[in-house]
Nanobody, 121 residues
Framework: QVQLVESGGGSVQAGGSLRLSCVASGDTYSNSYMGWFRQAPGNEREGVAKLDSFGRTTYAFSVKGRFTISQDKAKNTLYLQMNSLKPEDTAMYYC???????????????WGQGTQVTVSS
């Protein structure tokens, strides 16, 4: 079992920045692949970024160049640095983990509870 707890969400104006954190506990050896996802009201959950244990990353086209996924293995913490935020980035953001490489498809086994990001124009 893996437990994931996100933090760092909040309200910012367009153009601002936020850094999300996701602390993993439990069987963290299962976290070969970790990702960030988001879901806005009325929309399906969509992938934002993925990081594997080799440091390889994948980003959704909509966030490429603005968001950066990273990890501090010593702290079992996954980060998402979000710059140049836009109103359309408003959503609940979730981190996820799995032993299988799902890329940025929302098929991961372990999920956090989410942290809300609101971007105003």
């Amino acid at each position: 079992q893996v437990q994931l707890v996100e933090s760092g969400g909040g309200s910012v104006q367009a153009g601002g920045s936020l850094r999300l954190s996701c602390v993993a506990s439990g069987d963290t050896y299962s976290n070969s692949y970790m990702g960030w996802f988001r879901q806005a009201p009325g929309n399906e959950r969509e992938g934002v970024a993925k990081l594997d244990s080799f440091g390889r990353t994948t980003y959704a086209f909509s966030v490429k160049g603005r968001f950066t996924i990273s990890q501090d293995k010593a702290k079992n913490t996954l980060y998402l640095q979000m710059n140049s935020l836009k109103p359309e980035d408003t959503a609940m953001y979730y981190c996820a983990a799995d032993r299988t490489d799902w890329g940025i498809l929302p098929r991961y086994t372990y999920w956090g509870q989410g942290t809300q990001v609101t971007v105003s124009s």
